[in-house]
């Protein structure tokens, strides 16, 4: 299936609630997970349009937080806001394959200026059953539940794909497994109208810095509209913004311009954990192809917490204290 541009699936769009309408056009859409009701919008139903989203306008920034879990209460988004000095405009959640889309969760991000980004991962289906079609009608009711919704979403499925942590990574699955499923979600997503995706192409950076080739797994740039790279500052390994992204950044420019997301990235504790800081701040900064960074927010096997000391929090609070971070995603 041959894609078409998002200006052109937006008119399609368009036409079709215009021709379903008449000339005073409504659109009925349900509210939330499971149906629980509908809402009918008595203005012209206009496609959400995140053009401008995908490379901001005055080199501002996205500021990004994630927690564990696949919800976000809103307590912990309220408190680390508060130790950061500043709200995210960026939150990740994670949407297991099968899943219904949380309807009222997005609206309810979205309200508060934030764009959802959701992470969406095939954890009971093979790269190469959802390849086939196996799971479409479930793609197709999801991707209208999205367009429905008619806010942006940023969407990452199946992330660090080139690399062994996941089942649908490389010791289970081909890179023309990934592609294949990853350009069979787009296009049903497209052929249902949805024009308020953000696609994220989120590799692993560890892995290409090892030198996983990366080229074999992009789906072209028709299907992508992010680099999503993943990397973390460990006690060992790449710690400097040109060790770690680096090399990732380096092989993608050889077949792709997108614009490039820290996607998920955090630093140890410990006491390099405030230079780590600083120097993904000035990493993001000083690029102009690097939109914003999201940090994973959790104390597991290390305390990943922008709060684990105090010399970490107050190069926190410095660095995304730039005004360029932080912008209000209701408004270009």
């Known amino acids: 299936m041959a894609p078409v541009s998002r200006r052109d699936a937006l008119l399609w769009t368009l036409a079709g609630a215009a021709s379903a309408a008449g000339c005073a056009p409504s659109r009925t859409a349900p509210i939330g997970a499971g149906g629980e009701g509908a809402v009918r919008r008595t203005a012209p139903y206009v496609p959400f349009d995140v053009t401008w989203m995908i490379r901001p306008a005055h080199g501002r920034k996205y500021l990004g937080a994630g927690f564990p879990g696949t919800t976000v ?3 912990a988004l309220d408190a680390w806001t508060a130790k950061a000095g500043k709200a995210p405009n960026l939150l990740s959640c994670r949407l297991a394959w099968g899943e219904t889309f949380r309807t009222d969760e997005v609206r309810a991000v979205f309200g508060r200026g934030i764009l959802p980004y959701v992470v969406w991962e095939p954890w009971h289906r093979t790269l190469r ?3 086939d079609g196996r799971d479409d009608d479930y793609v197709r009711r999801t991707a209208q539940s999205v367009r429905d919704l008619n806010v942006p979403v940023a969407l990452a499925f199946a992330q660090e794909m080139n690399g062994g942590r996941y089942p649908w990574g490389s010791r289970r699955a081909t890179p023309g497994e990934f592609v294949g499923a990853w350009r069979r979600i787009h296009d049903v997503f497209q ?21 996983a080739r990366l080229e074999p797994y992009y789906p072209g740039d028709a299907y992508a509209d992010w680099l999503g790279l993943v990397g973390y500052y460990t006690g060992h390994g790449p710690h400097t913004f040109g060790t770690l992204f680096g090399p990732a950044v380096e092989q993608v ?11 998920e990235t955090a630093s140890a504790a410990g006491g390099r954990k405030a230079a780590d800081i600083r120097d993904l701040v000035r990493g993001v900064t000083g690029r102009r192809d690097v939109v914003g960074f999201l940090w994973f927010d959790a104390h597991t096997e290390t305390d990943w917490r922008i709060d684990s000391g105090p010399a970490a929090l107050t190069a926190f609070r410095r660095g995304v204290a730039d005004p360029r971070f932080g912008f209000d995603v209701r408004h270009p």
Do not use: H, N
Request: glycine share 8%; net charge negative.
């Open 129 to 131: 059953e959802i390849a």
């Open 73 to 75: 209460p809103t307590g």
């Open 191 to 211: 052929d249902t109208g949805v024009s308020d995706v953000i696609w994220v192409w989120s590799p692993s950076a560890a892995d290409a810095v090892k030198g």
């Open 253 to 263: 420019r050889a077949f792709t311009r997108i614009p490039v997301l820290v996607a």
